[in-house]
Structure formats: structure tokens, C-alpha cells
């Protein structure tokens, strides 16, 4: 049922469903945002992109050097996928206008705080020979002072507060998904080095004075215990406050002291005591409410915590309350909401990289690439060693589809800091995604050198290595990262790095991994199952080989002329599956896939038709078949996609594209689900948001005559008024109200198998999600029923481009459409666990070549050619959008022609890798 698909999670996301551009789907963990965060960018959210992914770490503030200035974690620490944010705040301001006089020894104004170095020293020289309690005063003073000048920070007091620490939440402008839910508090802002000559010298003599044993008032306390708070000196800090708070169990800023030394030393549930006992004690309090609720979101206590910061905003409309506040939104996913405090803040105060660094994640996260791209730039303007804003830089370009912007940026970041290991991860991620694997493999190796407990870089370093053939050094990654933990995705990828190992050398015509595999552990992988999980209970583990194990040899084709010839040609094809629309970056590795796979089905479907104008069969060995494997027959459909899913397969170890219909039965049955995701939450995804008014345009058109379904699957007709109010929407928010429910709409798709047959296409579906924000998303369930009647329509199909050659008919515009609508029905069909999209246009190529023609035209700008096929209801509605650049842009060409054969040379898994690592190599 669809209920049970979609909202119990059973679905599994394909964010990648158009995978022209050559991307394949981003790792598990999905690259994230660094918050001072993705990519959410979008097609390849559920499997691939990488699922991430879909997703990287978010981090908040730039770091200092000072080691007071360290991320407090909280008791259950996030994964080590977690993106941790760090924020940046400024110092607690006065309590109240009525105890000024208290605060007041909090700090120096600025103008103060600019005297000569020189001056100062000598200052505190002399306040540092002084033994009376009013010098006590003085230096704890001057100290706080220079605590506040070394940081930056206002002088209204250097007591540093906890910054709002966010959910780790991994949050990507490409669509993304996080289960995260670490959080982080901050000691930066107003911390100090001890180390700093004036300050040293106050800390000496505050302890001086401390070691004399001398009777100190309640001012000269809390002024020490500031000091000692703002250097790190927790404990120290707090048993002053305690001695003020035992004589004075009123004292508001004592209170407050203790509360933020409590806050950050991590003992969380004292400070919200204190800051409570403020609060009764003086309800007009702005920074106790604003404490309170910093603190309450350290603990997760969200909605808590926005009832005490908005009162704060109450009574006291400070940057801080509302940067605070923006932070615990960003924290919910509210970005919208959390965007407006932002934008208050830099309006109040435009001083703060880190605020504008939650501004550019807001937009980022809400699918606004280019406003997010200028608050980065803002924040770098005011902190240029700021490397976490070069890192979330880079990540908006790479969302955009930008590469050259995006290596300059990720290059800033490690320019910065060479170890940063975040911007490493991230880095390492982009190369990964444009194909360049072993400059990725670099980048992983290095931060795992750095931390070999770095679980995200342990698990995609075994990744690179496994898609570079390296199968030794990838099984004993994935043994690191299950070590690290035992219950990780990366146990499936060991398994079939294993079987690769076994099968290396067998012969591609025997070879196949939708046969070969067990069924459950394909759907374990796909849904990213707990090895645990009640299906995997049978499943039989791939033992390690006894011997060494023989890794590829990526120079294997180098002295090879017949792999020159078949790799030169690959090169123009390849290209031609690249999209020109934002958020699809150029995969080289991948275009080398398409052109292989192209001119290997290109080869294969000429032979047949060859043997079929002769009155023969093709003879092909069926021990490589998906379906009917090992048995005798007929060349079909099938046969000819098993060599594009082939390819995909081998091309990317990281993504799971198998046959549906050959996942578990169980998950056959149930329907094993794709989604692609329009809107996810609050964001327009970057990737397919373009076509979001092409869906909806679909609801209006078929609603009133096909009706609607409700989550659990009940069909029901919208009465003329909601019908009236549907025919004006143009957006999810209109949409939901127009309908009143949670909604999927079937597209009809019109048979040419069986004349007036209409089944179903794909369910453009509207869930909400809160806060404020929905899944608009195109769905496509696998289930039995359907499977029969698009393997009948693509046999008829299929049956019908055979009859076309047999007859010699030289009309091209007949064989187009033949074509044409052959991909029509599969992008319907939906047959694939990942890649769809992506193999159908190889296959259309492919036809098109084994026809002696070739498209030497790129995709149109802003054109994604699978979302018209599945978005319409006729063969000849789709071609109507797209055949006019097609039919143009194909040429009379017969590419083929002494090339040689493709699987004569390329003839073993061992050397489709070597292949696609070869071409990546030649290529850079």
C-alpha cells in the first residue's frame, strides 16, 4: 500500500533517477553543509547520492587555536557522520539596566581596550605587585578587559555563553537524509589564551591573591570568577561563584556565572537550574532567558528553548537572541523561519561570519544556491581564514554544478588548514562525484592518516579503492569501518568487493550480479538494511580468498591498439549523456561507462538484426541473462539492457542498481518503491524543482477525471469547488489546501500493446513534512501486476523494431519514433532499483548507432529528458517536447564500422574496471 511505501520509510528514494549527467549516487552519508551545514541536491537521494545523501559534517564556527575554544560534546555524540556545528557567540550582556553596577565588571569599552600595548603591560605589572583587595579588583578587571579585546567580543561582558548547538543534521541543497542527532555546545566567542602576556600575568596575580587566603567581597569574586571562566578555568570559576552564592543565594550574576561555566563545562541540567533561579528572581532578565534557552537547546529541549529565546527578543532585541535563535530553527529544519532571525541579526550587528554563515546554509537548505553563495562570501569578507565558510563555499558550487568554483574553494579551505579533515571528506566526495577517483582516494587516505577512526573517510576510502579495482586494500577499509561500527552499509559492499574477487576473471557473457548475488542481500543493500535485519538471517557470507588477491591493473589496456580504437570512440558518446541544467556535475568515469556500454549494445543489437535479415538467431550466450539464465532464447529486450545495467553496475560500487523484480519476492510483492523528490521539507530541490510545474500541471489535468488517492490508497473525486480551487494552484502550499489531505495522483499511460489499455505511469505524490514543508515527489512502485503489463508493452515493442529492420524500410522518422517511444515505456517502467534513466538513454543511443546513425548534439540547457517521458501520457506527447532537438541533432553515421568488438576486448569484470579506470587516467 502506499501509505505503508511512503510513510513508514519502506520507499526507497532515487534522487538519481536522471542520471545523464554521469553522477552517480552520492555515499551513504551524504555530503552536508558545514554550518560555522549536501548537497540537498536531489534525484539521488535514496540509494545513491550516495543516499545520502543522501550526505560531510556541518561545522559552525571557525575554529581558534586557543585550546579553551573546544566543541563541548554532549552525553550521546553524534555519528561519526554527523555533521557538528559549532557557533560562534558574543559575551553575555549586562542582566538588567538595574544591576549595572554589577555587570560593570564585565569589561572595558573598546576605546579602553585600545591603550598601547606597552602601557598596558606596565599596568599590569603594577597591578600584579599589588596586595590589596581593591588591586584584586582591578587586575581580575583589566584581565576581563583583555579577555574581551583578544576576542573580539563586545565589551558588555566577556562571560562566554554556550552557542545554540544544533542537531547534527546533515542537510544537503541536492537532496539529502540524516539520522543524526549528536549536538554540540561552543566555549568560542569571548575564550582567551592563557597564555597571552596580560592575561597571564592578571591569572597570576588573581591566584596570588586567592593563595593568601585573603577575604574577598562579593564584586571581587564574580569579577575573578569571569576571568577564570573566559580562560577555561571551569571549576575554578564555578567554586568562586559558589562562595558568592553561599554568603548571597540572590546574587542575579553570580547566578548567571555559574550557569554558563556549568553550560560549558557540559553539566547542562545545573546551568538550566541556575538560569531558572535567575529568571524567578527577576523575570526582566533578557540573558538569563537567553541562557536558559541556549542551554535548553544543548539538551534538546527545542520548543523550550524558542519560548525562552523569543522572550528574550521580548525583552531585549539583541543580535545575539536572535542569531541564537536562528540557530535552534536551523537546528528544526524550520530554515525559513530561522533565515528571518538571520537576516534581523546581520541587520543589528553584519559583524559576524559565523551569521552569515547560518544565513548561507538557510538559503542553501531551502535550494537557494546563489543567495547562499553571497552570504558565504560576506562571511569570508569579514574572516578570510575562515575555513569552514570556504568549505560550505565550495559545497554551493559543487550543488550548483559548478566545478572550477568548486576545486578553487575546497583548495581555500585546506590553503587555510592542511588538515582539516571535514574539507577532506567533502573534497574527496566532489572527486568522487566528477570521477576522478584516485584524486578522491587521496583526499580519504590523507584524513584517515589524520584520524583513523574518521568514519566517513574510512568507509569511502574503501569505496575509491574498490571502484579502482584495488580489492585488497578496499576489503581491509570496509574490516576498519566495521570495526568502527559492526553494523554499517559497507558490509555489503565487502561482500560484493569479495565476489568480485571471485568472479574477476570469468567471462562477461557468464557473468551477472542480479543472478549471482543473493536476492535478500541485494534488497538489504538497497534499503539499507541492519545486517541484522529477519531477511539477512540465511544469508551466507563470501569467504576471503586463501591466496593473495589480485588487484587490477589500471595500465592493462596501455600497449592495447584495438582498446585505443574502441576508447576513442567512446569519448564523443560518453558526452552526450552530461546535463546542462544546474546541480549535475560532469562525471568522466561515468561518461566512460556510457560509451562503452553504447558501443557494446550497439555491436550486440547489429549482430542480431544481422541474423535476423538472414532468417537466424542471434547466438548469444543466455548464462548471462537476467532472465531465463542458462537457457536458450531468442534475443530480447531484456538481454540487450542487461549489458547498460551491467556497466552501471560495475561503474559505481557505491550505488545498488539491480532488477526489481529480482530484489527479494517479498519486496517484489510489496512494491519496492523509487522516489524522486521536487520539494523535500522546505527546500526546492536544485536538481528537479525545474520540473515541479510540470507535475503539477499533471494534477490539474488528470484529477478531475481520474481522482485522487489518499495514503492508504482509497480513491476519491475532488468536488467541483476544490477542483476550482486545484485549477489555480502553483505551488505545494496551494496544492494541500486546494486538496485537504496528504494525496497521490496516477498518471495514466496510454498502451500501444493493446489498443484503448490505459495502466498506470507514476504517482506524483504530496506528503507533509514538518515544520512547515512537504515531499513532492515522483514515485514508481515495482510490484508484479505492473511488471506484466510493461514487459508486454516493451516485447511488443521490441518485436516491432525487429519487423522495422527486417523490412528494409528506409523511413527514418518511423524507426525515431520506434525508438523514441521504446524509452518512453521503459522510463515508465521503472524497472531498476537505480539508474533507469540513465540506461534507457544509453539503450536509445545505442539503437540509434546500431542503425548506422549517431547524435552528435548535447542535451539542451535546463532539458532532463526522462522527466517528459514520465510526466506524460503518450508516446507522442513525449516526443512532441523533445524529438525537435533530437531529429536535429542526429546524423547519418556509422560509427561501428572497423571497430573492434567490445566484448572481444573488454571480455572480463577485471577488465571493465581496468576500462574505466584506464579512461579516467587518459582523460586528466
Same mark, same amino acid.
Given at each position: 500500500?502506499?501509505?505503508?511505501?511512503?510513510?513508514?520509510?519502506?520507499?526507497? =528514494?532515487?534522487?538519481?533517477?536522471?542520471?545523464?549527467?554521469?553522477?552517480?549516487?552520492?555515499?551513504?552519508?551524504?555530503?552536508?553543509?558545514?554550518?560555522?551545514?549536501?548537497?540537498?541536491?536531489?534525484?539521488?537521494? @535514496?540509494?545513491?547520492?550516495?543516499?545520502?545523501?543522501?550526505?560531510?559534517?556541518?561545522?559552525?564556527?571557525?575554529?581558534?587555536?586557543?585550546?579553551?575554544?573546544?566543541?563541548?560534546?554532549?552525553?550521546?555524540?553524534?555519528?561519526?557522520?554527523?555533521?557538528?556545528?559549532?557557533?560562534?557567540?558574543?559575551?553575555?550582556?549586562?542582566?538588567?539596566?538595574?544591576?549595572?553596577?554589577?555587570?560593570?565588571?564585565?569589561?572595558?569599552?573598546?576605546?579602553?581596550? @585600545?591603550? !598601547?600595548?606597552?602601557?598596558?603591560?606596565?599596568?599590569?605589572?603594577?597591578?600584579?605587585?599589588?596586595?590589596?583587595?581593591?588591586?584584586?579588583?582591578?587586575?581580575? %578587571?583589566?584581565?576581563?578587559?583583555?579577555?574581551?579585546?583578544?576576542?573580539?567580543?563586545?565589551? $558588555?561582558?566577556?562571560?562566554?555563553?554556550?552557542?545554540?548547538?544544533?542537531?547534527?543534521?546533515?542537510?544537503?541543497?541536492?537532496?539529502?537524509?540524516?539520522?543524526?542527532?549528536?549536538?554540540?555546545?561552543?566555549?568560542?566567542?569571548?575564550?582567551?589564551?592563557?597564555?597571552?602576556?596580560?592575561?597571564?600575568?592578571?591569572?597570576?596575580?588573581?591566584?596570588?591573591?586567592?593563595?593568601?587566603?585573603?577575604?574577598?567581597?562579593?564584586?571581587?569574586?564574580?569579577?575573578? #570568577?569571569?576571568? +577564570?571562566?573566559?580562560?577555561?578555568?571551569?571549576?575554578?570559576?564555578?567554586?568562586?561563584?559558589?562562595?558568592?552564592?553561599?554568603?548571597?543565594?540572590?546574587?542575579?550574576?553570580?547566578?548567571?556565572?555559574?550557569?554558563?561555566?556549568?553550560?560549558?563545562?557540559?553539566?547542562?541540567?545545573?546551568?538550566?537550574?541556575?538560569?531558572?533561579?535567575?529568571?524567578?528572581?527577576?523575570?526582566?532578565?533578557?540573558?538569563?532567558?537567553?541562557?536558559?534557552?541556549?542551554?535548553?537547546?544543548?539538551?534538546?529541549?527545542?520548543?523550550?528553548?524558542?519560548?525562552?529565546?523569543?522572550?528574550?527578543?521580548?525583552?531585549?532585541?539583541?543580535?545575539?537572541?536572535? %542569531?541564537?535563535?536562528?540557530?535552534?530553527?536551523?537546528?528544526?529544519?524550520?530554515?525559513?523561519?530561522?533565515?528571518? /532571525?538571520?537576516?534581523?541579526? =546581520?541587520?543589528?550587528?553584519?559583524?559576524?561570519?559565523?551569521?552569515?554563515?547560518?544565513?548561507?546554509?538557510?538559503?542553501? $537548505?531551502?535550494?537557494?544556491?546563489?543567495?547562499?553563495?553571497?552570504?558565504?562570501?560576506?562571511?569570508?569578507?569579514?574572516?578570510?581564514?575562515?575555513?569552514?565558510?570556504?568549505?560550505?563555499?565550495?559545497?554551493?558550487?559543487?550543488?550548483?554544478?559548478?566545478?572550477?568554483?568548486?576545486?578553487?574553494?575546497?583548495?581555500?579551505?585546506?590553503?587555510?588548514?592542511?588538515?582539516?579533515?571535514?574539507?577532506?571528506?567533502?573534497?574527496?566526495?566532489?572527486?568522487?562525484?566528477?570521477?576522478?577517483? %584516485?584524486?578522491?582516494?587521496?583526499?580519504?587516505?590523507?584524513?584517515?592518516?589524520?584520524?583513523?577512526?574518521?568514519?566517513?573517510?574510512?568507509?569511502?576510502?574503501?569505496?575509491?579503492?574498490?571502484?579502482?579495482?584495488?580489492?585488497?586494500?578496499?576489503?581491509?577499509?570496509?574490516?576498519?569501518?566495521?570495526?568502527?561500527?559492526?553494523?554499517?552499509?559497507?558490509?555489503?559492499?565487502?561482500?560484493?568487493?569479495?565476489?568480485?574477487?571471485?568472479?574477476?576473471?570469468?567471462?562477461?557473457?557468464?557473468?551477472?550480479?542480479?543472478?549471482?548475488?543473493?536476492?535478500?542481500?541485494?534488497?538489504?543493500?538497497?534499503?539499507?538494511?541492519?545486517?541484522?535485519?529477519?531477511?539477512?538471517?540465511?544469508?551466507?557470507?563470501?569467504?576471503?580468498?586463501?591466496?593473495?588477491?589480485? /588487484?587490477?591493473?589500471?595500465?592493462?589496456?596501455?600497449?592495447?591498439?584495438?582498446?585505443?580504437?574502441?576508447?576513442?570512440?567512446?569519448?564523443?558518446?560518453?558526452?552526450?549523456?552530461?546535463?546542462?541544467?544546474?546541480?549535475?556535475?560532469?562525471?568522466?568515469?561515468?561518461?566512460?561507462?556510457?560509451?562503452?556500454?553504447?558501443?557494446?549494445?550497439?555491436?550486440?543489437?547489429?549482430?542480431?538484426?544481422?541474423?535476423?535479415?538472414?532468417?537466424?538467431?542471434?547466438?548469444?550466450?543466455?548464462?548471462?541473462?537476467?532472465?531465463?539464465?542458462?537457457?536458450?532464447?531468442?534475443?530480447?529486450?531484456?538481454?540487450?539492457?542487461?549489458?547498460?545495467?551491467?556497466?552501471?553496475?560495475?561503474?559505481? !560500487?557505491?550505488?545498488?542498481?539491480?532488477?526489481?523484480?529480482?530484489?527479494? !519476492?517479498?519486496? &517484489?510483492?510489496? #512494491?519496492?518503491?523509487?522516489?524522486?523528490?521536487?520539494?523535500?521539507?522546505?527546500?526546492?530541490?536544485?536538481?528537479?524543482?525545474?520540473?515541479?510545474?510540470?507535475?503539477?500541471?499533471?494534477?490539474?489535468?488528470? @484529477?478531475?477525471?481520474?481522482?485522487?488517492?489518499? *495514503?492508504?490508497?482509497?480513491?476519491?473525486?475532488?468536488?467541483?469547488?476544490?477542483?476550482?480551487?486545484?485549477?489555480?494552484?502553483?505551488?505545494?502550499?496551494?496544492?494541500?489546501?486546494?486538496?485537504?489531505?496528504?494525496?497521490?495522483?496516477?498518471?495514466?499511460?496510454?498502451?500501444?500493446?493493446?489498443?484503448?489499455?490505459?495502466?498506470?505511469?507514476?504517482?506524483?505524490?504530496?506528503?507533509?513534512?514538518?515544520?512547515?514543508?512537504?515531499?513532492?515527489?515522483?514515485?514508481?512502485?515495482?510490484?508484479?501486476?505492473?511488471?506484466?503489463?510493461?514487459?508486454?508493452? +516493451?516485447?511488443?515493442?521490441?518485436?516491432?523494431?525487429?519487423? &522495422?529492420?527486417?523490412?528494409?524500410?528506409?523511413?527514418?522518422?518511423?524507426?525515431?519514433?520506434?525508438?523514441?517511444?521504446?524509452?518512453?515505456?521503459?522510463?515508465?517502467?521503472?524497472?531498476?532499483?537505480?539508474?533507469?534513466?540513465?540506461?534507457?538513454?544509453?539503450?536509445?543511443?545505442?539503437?540509434?548507432?546500431?542503425?548506422?546513425?549517431?547524435?552528435?548534439?548535447?542535451?539542451?540547457?535546463?532539458?532532463?529528458?526522462?522527466?517528459?517521458?514520465?510526466?506524460?501520457?503518450?508516446?507522442?506527447?513525449?516526443?512532441?517536447?523533445?524529438?525537435?532537438?533530437?531529429?536535429?541533432?542526429? *546524423?547519418?553515421? /556509422?560509427?561501428?564500422?572497423?571497430?573492434?568488438?567490445?566484448?572481444?576486448?573488454?571480455?572480463?569484470?577485471?577488465?571493465?574496471?581496468?576500462?574505466?579506470?584506464?579512461?579516467?587516467?587518459?582523460?586528466?
Amino acid at each position: 500500500m502506499f501509505g505503508q511505501l511512503c510513510l513508514q520509510g519502506k520507499a526507497e =528514494v532515487d534522487e538519481s533517477r536522471s542520471q545523464h549527467a554521469g553522477i552517480p549516487g552520492p555515499p551513504p552519508q551524504k555530503p552536508a553543509r558545514v554550518p560555522s551545514q549536501s548537497h540537498v541536491s536531489q534525484k539521488n537521494a @535514496a540509494s545513491s547520492e550516495p543516499e545520502s545523501s543522501k550526505t560531510g559534517q556541518a561545522v559552525g564556527t571557525p575554529a581558534k587555536e586557543n585550546p579553551s575554544n573546544t566543541a563541548l560534546k554532549m552525553p550521546a555524540p553524534a555519528p561519526a557522520s554527523a555533521p557538528q556545528v559549532v557557533s560562534e557567540t558574543s559575551p553575555a550582556r549586562s542582566p538588567h539596566k538595574k544591576h549595572a553596577s554589577k555587570s560593570s565588571l564585565a569589561g572595558s569599552s573598546p576605546s579602553q581596550q @585600545a591603550k !598601547p600595548q606597552q602601557q598596558q603591560q606596565q599596568q599590569q605589572s603594577t597591578k600584579a605587585r599589588q596586595s590589596s583587595s581593591s588591586a584584586v579588583r582591578d587586575s581580575a %578587571h583589566a584581565a576581563s578587559s583583555s579577555a574581551s579585546a583578544a576576542s573580539g567580543s563586545r565589551s $558588555s561582558g566577556p562571560v562566554v555563553m554556550p552557542a545554540g548547538a544544533t542537531r547534527n543534521k546533515t542537510i544537503q541543497a541536492q537532496g539529502g537524509r540524516s539520522d543524526n542527532e549528536g549536538l554540540s555546545i561552543s566555549a568560542a566567542g569571548a575564550n582567551v589564551s592563557s597564555s597571552d602576556p596580560q592575561v597571564a600575568m592578571a591569572l597570576q596575580a588573581v591566584q596570588q591573591v586567592l593563595d593568601s587566603g585573603e577575604n574577598l567581597d562579593d564584586k571581587q569574586r564574580i569579577s575573578i #570568577g569571569f576571568l +577564570l571562566v573566559n580562560t577555561g578555568n571551569y571549576d575554578k570559576g564555578i567554586e568562586q561563584f559558589n562562595k558568592v552564592l553561599r554568603a548571597s543565594p540572590k546574587c542575579l550574576e553570580a547566578l548567571l556565572g555559574r550557569g554558563t561555566a556549568f553550560a560549558l563545562c557540559n553539566r547542562l541540567p545545573l546551568a538550566i537550574k541556575d538560569f531558572s533561579t535567575a529568571i524567578e528572581l527577576d523575570p526582566s532578565c533578557a540573558d538569563a532567558w537567553k541562557r536558559r534557552g541556549q542551554t535548553r537547546a544543548a539538551v534538546g529541549e527545542d520548543d523550550k528553548a524558542l519560548t525562552d529565546l523569543a522572550q528574550a527578543i521580548r525583552l531585549s532585541k539583541d543580535y545575539e537572541s536572535f %542569531h541564537q535563535r536562528g540557530i535552534v530553527l536551523h537546528k528544526m529544519q524550520d530554515f525559513r523561519t530561522a533565515l528571518k /532571525d538571520f537576516k534581523e541579526a =546581520v541587520r543589528l550587528d553584519a559583524k559576524h561570519p559565523v551569521t552569515w554563515n547560518f544565513y548561507g546554509l538557510c538559503e542553501n $537548505s531551502l535550494g537557494n544556491v546563489k543567495p547562499a553563495i553571497a552570504a558565504y562570501n560576506k562571511a569570508l569578507a569579514i574572516d578570510p581564514n575562515f575555513k569552514e565558510g570556504w568549505v560550505n563555499l565550495a559545497q554551493a558550487y559543487r550543488d550548483f554544478g559548478d566545478e572550477p568554483n568548486s576545486i578553487k574553494y575546497f583548495a581555500q579551505a585546506l590553503e587555510v588548514d592542511p588538515s582539516y579533515i571535514h574539507a577532506l571528506h567533502l573534497r574527496g566526495l566532489f572527486w568522487y562525484g566528477v570521477g576522478k577517483i %584516485h584524486l578522491a582516494l587521496k583526499d580519504f587516505s590523507k584524513a584517515v592518516q589524520l584520524n583513523s577512526a574518521e568514519a566517513n573517510c574510512v568507509y569511502m576510502k574503501g569505496v575509491s579503492e574498490m571502484a579502482l579495482g584495488q580489492w585488497s586494500s578496499a576489503v581491509r577499509s570496509f574490516d576498519n569501518m566495521l570495526v568502527l561500527d559492526s553494523d554499517h552499509v559497507c558490509f555489503y559492499q565487502r561482500e560484493i568487493a569479495l565476489y568480485m574477487i571471485k568472479r574477476a576473471d570469468d567471462q562477461i557473457s557468464t557473468f551477472n550480479f542480479d543472478v549471482q548475488l543473493d536476492q535478500y542481500m541485494k534488497e538489504a543493500w538497497c534499503k539499507r538494511h541492519s545486517i541484522k535485519h529477519p531477511r539477512m538471517r540465511r544469508y551466507k557470507k563470501f569467504l576471503p580468498p586463501r591466496g593473495a588477491i589480485k /588487484d587490477v591493473d589500471s595500465k592493462m589496456f596501455s600497449q592495447n591498439s584495438d582498446f585505443s580504437k574502441i576508447f576513442d570512440a567512446s569519448i564523443p558518446i560518453g558526452r552526450l549523456i552530461q546535463l546542462n541544467t544546474p546541480g549535475f556535475l560532469s562525471n568522466r568515469r561515468q561518461h566512460r561507462m556510457v560509451g562503452f556500454s553504447v558501443l557494446e549494445m550497439a555491436q550486440a543489437l547489429r549482430s542480431h538484426w544481422n541474423a535476423l535479415k538472414q532468417g537466424n538467431k542471434y547466438d548469444f550466450d543466455s548464462r548471462g541473462a537476467s532472465k531465463q539464465n542458462g537457457k536458450p532464447h531468442a534475443f530480447g529486450w531484456r538481454d540487450f539492457m542487461d549489458i547498460s545495467v551491467r556497466w552501471r553496475q560495475v561503474s559505481e !560500487p557505491n550505488d545498488q542498481v539491480f532488477w526489481i523484480d529480482l530484489l527479494a !519476492p517479498e519486496a &517484489f510483492s510489496e #512494491g519496492f518503491g523509487l522516489q524522486t523528490p521536487m520539494v523535500t521539507g522546505q527546500m526546492d530541490v536544485v536538481r528537479y524543482f525545474p520540473y515541479a510545474g510540470m507535475a503539477i500541471e499533471a494534477i490539474k489535468k488528470h @484529477a478531475p477525471k481520474h481522482g485522487v488517492c489518499d *495514503v492508504r490508497d482509497n480513491k476519491f473525486k475532488l468536488p467541483a469547488p476544490q477542483l476550482a480551487l486545484l485549477e489555480k494552484v502553483t505551488n505545494c502550499d496551494e496544492m494541500m489546501r486546494a486538496v485537504g489531505q496528504p494525496f497521490y495522483l496516477e498518471t495514466p499511460c496510454q498502451s500501444l500493446a493493446v489498443k484503448g489499455r490505459t495502466f498506470s505511469g507514476t504517482r506524483i505524490t504530496l506528503l507533509q513534512k514538518p515544520p512547515g514543508g512537504y515531499e513532492f515527489t515522483i514515485r514508481t512502485p515495482g510490484t508484479p501486476p505492473r511488471w506484466v503489463l510493461y514487459d508486454e508493452e +516493451l516485447n511488443v515493442l521490441w518485436d516491432r523494431i525487429n519487423d &522495422f529492420i527486417t523490412s528494409g524500410s528506409d523511413d527514418t522518422q518511423e524507426f525515431h519514433t520506434l525508438v523514441f517511444t521504446f524509452y518512453f515505456y521503459w522510463c515508465n517502467f521503472g524497472p531498476l532499483s537505480r539508474g533507469t534513466a540513465a540506461c534507457g538513454f544509453i539503450a536509445l543511443l545505442a539503437m540509434l548507432i546500431a542503425h548506422e546513425e549517431c547524435l552528435v548534439t548535447s542535451i539542451p540547457e535546463g532539458v532532463q529528458v526522462d522527466w517528459p517521458a514520465i510526466l506524460t501520457t503518450h508516446p507522442e506527447q513525449f516526443m512532441g517536447i523533445v524529438y525537435p532537438w533530437f531529429r536535429d541533432g542526429i *546524423v547519418k553515421k /556509422d560509427v561501428l564500422d572497423g571497430l573492434p568488438n567490445v566484448r572481444d576486448v573488454i571480455s572480463t569484470p577485471r577488465q571493465m574496471i581496468a576500462a574505466l579506470n584506464s579512461s579516467v587516467l587518459r582523460i586528466q
